[in-house]
């Protein structure tokens, strides 16, 4: 009877055992699933966070730095690198000529050239996918793979690729990386990954659509120069600019001599191939930093910012002799030529005291007006100046 109970005994502190182990593998599990959740749930915020943030960029070179800097830092990776298709260059003309600013930037004008690395991946079975227009973010520890991003650091050890598509056509992609392998393993979830790369792409294109508008209602059409009230907006700009910094700012004013004749001897069309041609020539001799403008039928404007008299005159003379050197032909391959006078001007801050915004945009404006009119007014095809003048001795531009 004894032997029985003890055998019953024994075995019920088994069972006990054994449920035991049991409950504390479950609690185990459970554990784990549980901080699995809360590292997703942390995550998750940090997504959503970001793509707060892209949402909420207001320009094109807004939402390329929140892409390849601030994205690095808020997910703490080693290295991120963004390349787009532009193939009208309108990306590379909305960050005007900034994008020299983000060295892990890349714009190509060619659909082939941006789909091919990946078509290479694929043929290697390294990159799996069907069409391109479908790809989704792709893990991978692969060396060729992480060379596929052009990561300036030589110490990467895992990758993420997200492609950027709209309406099933591949507009580039983002490449994050780590020197962990682990970072971005194979076995890691992408669907947090995926949600980011369409946003991506939305916010993308919407700014690019909503830059180009923008822009669009600032340039001249036909010269494709900032028109009036772009220029308008710039000089008030740079006034501020040049108040805060204590620096001049010189202001040129063309108007094509005879120009009413080009039209009338070779007709508009050439008249208009004329004005894109000067537009061009000018725009080329001119700094990043300077404005061309078309106000007005053959007139132009040039806005030189930390650019003395002396500086001004220089750029002027140059300008005048590179227009006097064209030659455009007319649709019968008659060649135009044609001259220009030009008008400079320089405002200095404190040449008049308690000068507002508007009282130097004036004066600016009505000067280097005064100082064209002085250049037609003694042969035409010269570059003359004019001083500063206060508000009585400048007309109302």
Known sequence: MNQVR??????????????????????????????????????????????????????????????TQTLQKQFKLDAVTLTLFDPDSIAKELLQGKHLDFNNLELT?????????????????????????????????????????????????????????????????????????????????IDLLSHLAAVIAVCLENTLSREQLRQLSQIDMLTRVKNRRAFDKTLRTEIARSQRQSKPLSCLFADLDFFKNVNDTFGHATGDRVLKTVAKGIQEMLRETDTLARIGGEEFTVLLPDTDAEGGRDIAERIRMKIEELEIPDDSGKIVKLTTSIGYALWTPGVIANETTEDVHRRLMGTADKAVYKAKKSGRNRVRGEPYGKLSDVSSY
Do not use: M, W
Request: hydrophobic fraction near 35%; charged fraction near 30%; aromatic fraction near 8%.
């Open 6 to 67: 003890k055998s019953n005994s024994d075995e019920q502190e088994v069972g006990r055992r054994d449920l035991y182990r049991k409950n504390k593998l479950l609690q185990e599990k459970l554990d784990e699933l549980v901080e699995s959740l809360n590292r997703y749930r942390i995550t998750q915020t940090r997504f959503e966070s970001f793509e707060l943030s892209l949402l909420e960029c207001e320009g094109f070179y807004e939402i390329i730095e929140c892409l």
């Open 109 to 189: 004008e060619s659909h082939q050239d941006l789909c091919a690395p990946i078509r290479d991946l694929q043929a290697k079975r390294l990159f799996p996918g069907g069409a391109i227009g479908h790809l989704r973010p792709q893990l991978s520890t692969d060396e060729e793979v992480i060379r596929f991003a052009n990561f300036r650091s030589q110490s990467i050890n895992s990758i993420a690729v997200l492609p950027l598509h709209r309406e099933h056509l591949l507009i580039g992609y983002i490449c994050l990386g780590s020197y962990s392998k682990e970072r971005f393993g194979p076995g890691l979830a």
